[in-house]
T-cell receptor
């Protein structure tokens, strides 16, 4: 079975540039989560969707961050403009809505903003 | 609100030692509990889970028991290997809907040969 697929795996760009991270959830999963992981702050939930609808974006750090889920098989997280402090590993996870089921994580996108 | 507290790391053990990583939780409902493992450069992988009180989750020699009376879900392994070196996360699911998770801060385990 294909797991959660994220792209790109690595991204290095200069501050001020737009960054777009992509995620393909596991087929049949109707909840999707975006996380950010840093040494300083650990694992942070940024936003999550259910049935393609954003449920809670209170973890999005600033208006520079936005996320969309145009259909059940694709989501994006965009940072515009990017800043060095956005450097982190960004994970996407998906799950069924059932709280007895685990979230399944992608391998992450390692983002470096110079 | 719901939350998870894990013991601070790093934890350093010799190969074949006994491992315990403590995890306690606060929840308003009846959550499911999970342990995840993260190897360097990889995403979080499910290690084991328990969905109700007194359930024991187990996998790859690791086990944890859902203790409602002590609100705990401690991870144990009888004999660790160098390959178990990783970061371990305890988590609970929000039973209120959408399967939102609350994660602990993670505990880094180093196993020396």
């Amino acid at each position: 079975d294909a797991g959660v697929i994220q792209s790109p795996r690595h991204e290095v760009t200069e501050m001020g540039q737009e960054v777009t991270l992509r995620c393909k959830p596991i087929s049949g999963h109707n909840s999707l989560f975006w996380y950010r992981q840093t040494m300083m702050r650990g694992l942070e939930l940024l936003i999550y969707f259910n049935n393609n609808v954003p449920i809670d974006d209170s973890g999005m750090p600033e208006d520079r961050f936005s996320a969309k889920m145009p259909n059940a098989s694709f989501s994006t997280l965009k940072i515009q403009p990017s800043e060095p402090r956005d450097s982190a590993v960004y994970f996407c996870a998906s799950s069924p809505t059932d709280p007895n089921q685990p979230q399944h994580f992608g391998d992450g996108t390692r983002l470096s903003i110079l | 609100g719901d939350s998870v507290t894990q013991m601070e790391g790093p934890v350093t053990l010799s190969e074949e030692a006994f491992l315990t990583i403590n995890c306690t939780y606060t929840a308003t409902g009846y959550p499911s509990l999970f342990w995840y493992v993260q190897y360097p450069g990889e995403g979080l992988q499910l290690l084991l889970k328990a969905t109700k009180a007194d359930d024991k989750g187990s996998n790859k020699g690791f086990e944890a028991t859902y203790r409602k009376e002590t609100t705990s879900f401690h991870l144990e392994k009888g004999s660790v290997q160098v390959s178990d070196s990783a970061v371990y996360f305890c988590a609970l699911s929000d039973p209120g809907g959408f399967n939102k998770f609350y994660f602990g801060s993670g505990t880094k385990l180093n196993v020396k040969p």
